[in-house]
C-alpha cells in the first residue's frame, strides 16, 4: 500500500498560493493520486484527483511529476474560508477500502 | 438535489450497548462506503456495500456489521460498544464505488460513556 507523507501544518495570509506537497514514494502502476478538504464537523470534500502530469479545476491544481513519487496540491489566493484540514489519498479504483486517511495538514490563512 | 444524509447528527450510548447509523446516499449513487474518524486523526475506512452486499472492509472487528437496502440506503450497526468506539462516524457514497468517494455526509458523532 502506498504510504503518505505530508507536512502537518501550513499557515499562510489571505491572497496568496498555498501548495501542499505529499510523498508517495511507493505509489502503484494503477494508483490514483487524490486530495480532500475537511472542516470541523463536517465530512471531506472532494478536491481533485489526478494520475500525472497536471490536472485543474475551478479550485485547485494538481501537479504530479514524471516519477510519481509525489505531488503538490496548489490552492491560489486563498482565502480565510480554506482554512482547513487537506488529506492526500493514493489508491486503485479497486482498492479504495486500503486507502489511508494519514493526519492531512491543517491550513491556516490569517488575514 | 440532496447530497449524502446521515442520522443521527449526535448520539450519545453507555459500553457495551449496542447502536446503529443511517446513511442515505446522493441521489443516483449505489455505491455507500461508511469510516470512522477519531478526534484529530484522518477517516478510517470501515466497509463498502454495492448492490446489498459488502464488497470490501477495512481492519474493524465483527461488531462492526452493516447492511445495504434495495433502494440504496445504508446501516451500520456496532454491538458491545467500547469507550474507544467513540468517533465520528462519515457515510459516502459514489456511482460503482470505482472512483473515491465524492460526497461524504457531515457524520454522525457517537459519543460513549
Known amino acids: 500500500l502506498a504510504k503518505t507523507t505530508q507536512p502537518i501544518s501550513m499557515d499562510s495570509y489571505e491572497g496568496q498560493e498555498v501548495n501542499i506537497t505529499c510523498s508517495h514514494n511507493?505509489?502503484?502502476?494503477?494508483?490514483?493520486i487524490t486530495w480532500y478538504q475537511q472542516f470541523p464537523s463536517q465530512g471531506p470534500r472532494f478536491i481533485i484527483q489526478?494520475?500525472?502530469t497536471k490536472v485543474t479545476n475551478e479550485v485547485a491544481s494538481l501537479f504530479i511529476p514524471a516519477d510519481r513519487k509525489s505531488s503538490t496540491l496548489s490552492l491560489p489566493r486563498v482565502s480565510l474560508s480554506d482554512t482547513a484540514v487537506y488529506y492526500c489519498l493514493v489508491g486503485a479504483t479497486d482498492s479504495w477500502g486500503k486507502l489511508q486517511f494519514g493526519a492531512g495538514t491543517q491550513v491556516v490563512v490569517t488575514p | 438535489d440532496a447530497g449524502v444524509t446521515q442520522s443521527p447528527t449526535h448520539l450519545i450510548k453507555t459500553r457495551g450497548q449496542q447502536v446503529t447509523l443511517r446513511c442515505s446516499p446522493k441521489s443516483g449513487h449505489d455505491t455507500v462506503s461508511w469510516y470512522q474518524q477519531a478526534l484529530g486523526q484522518g477517516p478510517q475506512f470501515i466497509f463498502q456495500?454495492?448492490?446489498?452486499?459488502?464488497?470490501q472492509r477495512g481492519n474493524f472487528p465483527d461488531r462492526f456489521s452493516g447492511h445495504q437496502f434495495p433502494n440504496y440506503s445504508s446501516e451500520l450497526n456496532v454491538n458491545a460498544l467500547l469507550l474507544g468506539d467513540s468517533a465520528l462516524y462519515l457515510c459516502a457514497s459514489s456511482l460503482d464505488g470505482l472512483l473515491p468517494p465524492q460526497h461524504f455526509g457531515d457524520g454522525t458523532r457517537l459519543s460513549i460513556l
Open positions: 511507493n505509489i502503484a502502476t494503477n494508483d490514483y
Open positions: 489526478g494520475y500525472k
Open positions: 456495500y454495492y448492490e446489498e452486499e459488502e464488497r
